[in-house]
């Protein structure tokens, strides 16, 4: 059974950096795809981030040069580093086990940690 856990939300101020940690277990992780996507207040889900097992990468436009994702496989961990934050990150994220690099998302969903911005 998959299990995903974030960590490191809060509330920070616009402008303000946090990184984000997923712990996986249940899974190869190794040869699988990780994504992070986040739901604003009124929102659709959207799709944030994602890293292949090799560690390729694609962004939404939205956060393209701000944030980056990356991948630990000894420690079965994927990160999100977000600087120069905008009220407009503010959302619920979560992690995500994908089926392949892009924007879709798989079954596997953690609960979620809140990140808020202020302005």
């Known amino acids: 059974q998959v299990q995903l856990v974030e960590s490191g939300g809060g509330l920070v101020q616009a402008g303000g950096s946090l990184r984000l940690s997923c712990a996986a277990s249940g899974l190869i992780f190794s040869s699988s795809v990780m994504g992070w996507f986040r739901q604003g207040p009124g929102k659709e889900r959207e799709f944030v981030a994602s890293?292949?097992?090799?560690?390729?990468?694609i962004y939404a436009d939205s956060v393209k040069g701000r944030f980056t994702i990356s991948r630990d496989n000894a420690n079965h961990t994927v990160y999100l580093q977000m600087n120069s934050l905008k009220p407009e990150d503010t959302a619920i994220y979560s992690c995500n086990v994908q089926p392949a690099l892009g924007t879709s998302s798989g079954a596997s969903w953690g609960q979620g940690t809140q990140v808020t911005v202020s302005a």
């Open positions: 890293i292949s097992w090799s560690g390729r990468t």
